[in-house]
């Protein structure tokens, strides 16, 4: 009887290309603005689970940021680590970082990762190319391919970034980290610290970027004044890159990075000192600094980000959700154009770091657990 109730279960929350995990767990049923959530487990026992994204065929491709990429079956079980994935720093806030598909997967099978790369001085943020092999026993990566790595290689663990995000025209965004103790280096133009870069799928610098022939910039920059951004997604409507990043003691952002745009760090911030409490540079604004479209004071430590464009939640259709490590909650932040007018806290009720939120293709939103090493799914309570 018992087993009898727990294939029901199963096969009432099962997503359009996507099944539960075969072990079972209780859905959980959590109040919202939008009526009342199922939210269940689809997979466990990831380490330190950094970024998801889906395979055509429904499988999910999960980054583990000690250094390790796992394929996620219909059934919730793990593969064998993927082979071939280079060394990678994992100290502090480095590892294995975001992983995305490559915007010609379908034929050529090509992903795009990001993560802290070793070196003789210390570490620095690196994105990698390589082609997936899902079916392979092991899985594996061939033809793995650095594109990327900042210049700057600092020791210690702190402010990789790092998020990837592909345009309609195949750029590349990568957002950069500012590594906690080069923060005025986020301001320099000589400098990836503390940066977003634009590139083609190849690691080339497009024409077109905003600092292209200036012979005091590095040509990959597309914006710049950044502290640690580790949430980036293409507005489903505009095409434009918003991102967000950490703040500290307050002033965790919103931004709409635009070509050549000076976002402030650490000059104009509303973070303050972590010792002292003492503000941060010149103040919370500067004519020539683009504003944040919101701020969190104090800071919910944001990770991961998407719009959702489903059908399974109509009134949530263009919002945005960003995940909270600090607070243990996923943030349903609502837009009217560039503008944020409220936001709702879900997940409360759980209190797990959350580090990134994909939309899945049967409309449900998925979320990494950080805490327990889990993925969630969050559809409506039927």
Known sequence: ???????HRWLACLPLVLAMHAAGADTLRLDSAAGKLAVSTVATG??????LAFLPDGRMLVSERPGRLRIIHADGTLSAPVAHVPPVHAAGQGGLLDVVLGPGF???QRIYFSFAQPTARGARTAVARARLDADASPPQLREVEVIFAQQDDLPGGHHFGSRLVFDDTQHLFITLGERYHARERAQALDSHLGKIVRLRADGSVPDDNPFVGRADALPEI?????????GAARHPETGALWTHEHGPQGGDEINIPRAGANHGWPEITFGREYVTGWQIGEGTARPDVAAPVHHWTPSIAPSGMSF???????????NLFVGSLKFGMLVRVVLKGEKVVSEERLLTEIGHRIRDVRQGPDGALYVLDETEGRILRIAPAR
């Open 1 to 7: 009887m018992r087993l009898a109730i727990r294939l």
């Open 46 to 51: 990831l380490d330190t689970p950094w970024s």
């Open 106 to 108: 379908a034929t050529d």
């Open 222 to 230: 597309w914006s710049y004044g950044h502290r640690n951004v580790q």
């Open 308 to 318: 959702y464009t489903g059908a399974l939640f109509p009134a949530w259709r263009g």
